[in-house]
């Protein structure tokens, strides 16, 4: 079945600066991935969609890149601002379009 | 453009029990899934309708969760009995899944129903 691996621990980062996530997934080539942002009592909120023939994809201040060999996905925050903090969350496809979920990696934007 | 409804948003049964959650896609789109999300973990796929249609049951237990989706609009999710462990935040997502591709399966979730079993 699918893995999918968030870093479990919390990232805490200086306003202003990059916020990088790691997302690694095994057992399987997913079509595409997408990346997705929740807070606190509320469903998750869609990001980005990144295609595997596709090895960057960005939306103004987001960046997203897909490594198909490293079975990879690297989400980058530039220029972060305290209403960044939330948890997010890796998804890659399989099957007949459906999303397997990392647990979410919590961003915290320190002012 | 009206987003995904779900109620009730709050739910607390004793175990055996049974609880019904409702929900009412984003108009038009022909995918709706049913996700449980226990706390600190992602969510987990339940099941998956496309149009009034099952694509995927495979994570439900059937032994005691039911959905379907009637007309293939609005879906209900029931659990029947509860149990302890289905603790958890009960997420409905739409998507317009036709065949246009990738972007057509971009899902929108609405806000959930926390449910408590004690």
């Known amino acids: 079945s699918q893995k999918i691996e968030q870093n479990s621990e919390a990232l805490n980062i200086q306003e202003g600066k990059t916020a990088t996530l790691t997302c690694n997934y095994t057992n399987y080539s997913p079509a595409y991935l997408q990346w997705y942002r929740q807070d606190p009592g509320r469903g998750p909120v869609f990001l980005l969609l990144i295609r595997e023939n596709e090895k960057e994809k960005r939306k103004e201040r987001l960046k997203v890149t897909f490594d198909t060999t490293l079975k990879q996905s690297l989400f980058h925050i530039t220029a972060s601002q305290p209403a960044d903090s939330a948890t997010y969350l890796c998804?890659?496809?399989?099957?007949?379009?459906?999303?397997?979920f990392g647990k979410g990696n919590q961003v915290v934007v320190i002012p | 453009e009206a987003g995904v409804a779900q109620s009730p948003r709050y739910k607390i049964i004793e175990k055996r029990q049974s609880v019904a959650f409702w929900c009412n896609p984003i108009s038009g789109h022909a995918t709706l899934y049913w996700y449980q999300q226990i706390l600190g973990q992602g969510p987990k796929l339940l099941i998956q309708f496309q149009n009034n249609g099952v694509v995927d049951d495979s994570q439900l237990p059937k032994d005691r969760f039911s959905a379907e989706r009637l007309k293939g609009v609005d879906s209900t999710l029931k659990i029947q009995p509860a149990k302890l462990e289905d603790s958890a935040v009960y997420l409905c997502?739409?998507?317009?899944?036709?065949?246009?591709?990738?972007?057509?399966?971009?899902?929108?979730f609405g806000p959930g129903t926390r449910l408590t079993v004690t």
């Open positions: 998804a890659p496809s399989y099957g007949n379009n459906r999303l397997a």
């Open positions: 997502a739409s998507s317009i899944g036709t065949s246009g591709g990738p972007v057509s399966y971009e899902q929108y």
